[in-house]
């Protein structure tokens, strides 16, 4: 059985009083339990890995862990700007976002680096969340599967069945951040689509990789979309930046 994962993406948000404010509202939030079964993640931007370490270790916020929305390809050296999986996990990280469609927009990010990127993550013992996803005008002309296929098959031949320790994250490129989400049977229709995908290779492999969909999960579409049976949770971007939101989501 797949546990359900919520993970909030908060992108380049936050400051040192907001975060603060955010883990104590969310750790009050989840004082009272959470459903079982189920794990949470939040990646601040970089600067802010640390306070949010310290943050979740001072209010014994068990449930919720760190992640971090990058991480170099790789492993250290002369590449100013970059940050060493090694480090991030390091800073008490447990997931790395690679391959968001933000970096591959605007930072030119390929299948074949982003398959490098989770290796790293892999390597230094966190679990990489692997975005994928197509634009509309890919989907308004029918080759919304055929992409995604494409980047998922990239990535299988890199990472083989190290894929069952990764997660991967359908994040239809049109639904990020414009408030027009995919309906639950579209994103589910996808994900099985991925993990028929993932059987053609291993079986094992499909059964075990965690599916996550993001672009614009609110509270009041969670519940319909984490009920199909494909959907193992989410990324989630915007509403992630509300801890009321991101707790309600935690909870749907
Ligand atoms: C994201 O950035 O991964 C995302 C899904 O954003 P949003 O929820 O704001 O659409």
Same mark, same amino acid.
């Given at each position: 059985?797949?546990?359900?994962? @919520? ?6 948000? #936050?400051?040192?009083?907001?975060? !603060? ?20 993640? %939040? ?34 050296? +002369?590449?100013? #700007?970059? @940050? ?6 390091? $800073? ?19 299948? !074949?680096?982003?398959?490098? /990127?989770?290796?790293? @993550?892999?390597?230094?013992? $966190? ?10 005008? !890919? ?5 919304? @599967? ?7 098959? /990239? ?17 239809? %490129?049109?639904?990020?951040?414009? #408030?027009? %989400? ?22 094992? %492999? ?11 999960? /609110?509270?009041?579409?969670?519940? !319909? ?13 915007? +509403? ?10 935690? /909870?749907?």
């Amino acid at each position: 059985m797949r546990p359900l994962i @919520v993970i909030g993406n908060w992108k380049m948000n #936050g400051n040192l009083a907001s975060n !603060e404010d955010w883990i104590k509202t969310v750790a009050r939030g989840m004082e009272s339990g959470m459903p079982s079964g189920r794990k949470f993640a %939040v990646c601040p931007p970089f600067p802010y890995l640390t306070q949010c370490a310290s943050l979740i270790k001072e209010h014994s916020l068990a449930f919720l862990s760190l992640g971090a929305q990058d991480a170099s390809a790789d492993i250290a050296g +002369a590449y100013t #700007g970059e @940050v060493a999986a090694s480090s991030l996990k390091e $800073m008490g990280c447990s997931y790395v976002i690679v391959g968001h469609s933000e970096r591959r927009q605007l930072h030119h990010e390929v299948d !074949e680096l982003v398959a490098a /990127k989770a290796l790293q @993550v892999l390597d230094s013992g $966190m679990t990489p969340i692997i975005c994928v996803g197509e634009t509309a005008d !890919e989907r308004n002309s029918g080759r919304a @599967v055929e992409v995604v296929r494409g980047q998922v098959a /990239k990535q299988l031949t890199v990472l083989q069945d190290r894929l069952a320790d990764c997660l991967i994250a359908y994040e239809p %490129v049109w639904a990020i951040g414009t #408030g027009k %989400v995919a309906t639950a049977q579209v994103a589910q229709d996808m994900h099985r689509a991925i993990r028929l995908q993932l059987a053609e290779f291993d079986e094992d %492999v499909a059964s075990h990789v965690g599916i996550l969909y993001g672009g614009s999960v /609110k509270p009041d579409n969670a519940v !319909e979309l984490f009920a199909m049976p494909d959907i193992d949770g989410g990324l989630v971007g915007g +509403a992630s930046l509300d801890p009321q939101d991101f707790l309600a989501i935690c /909870k749907a």
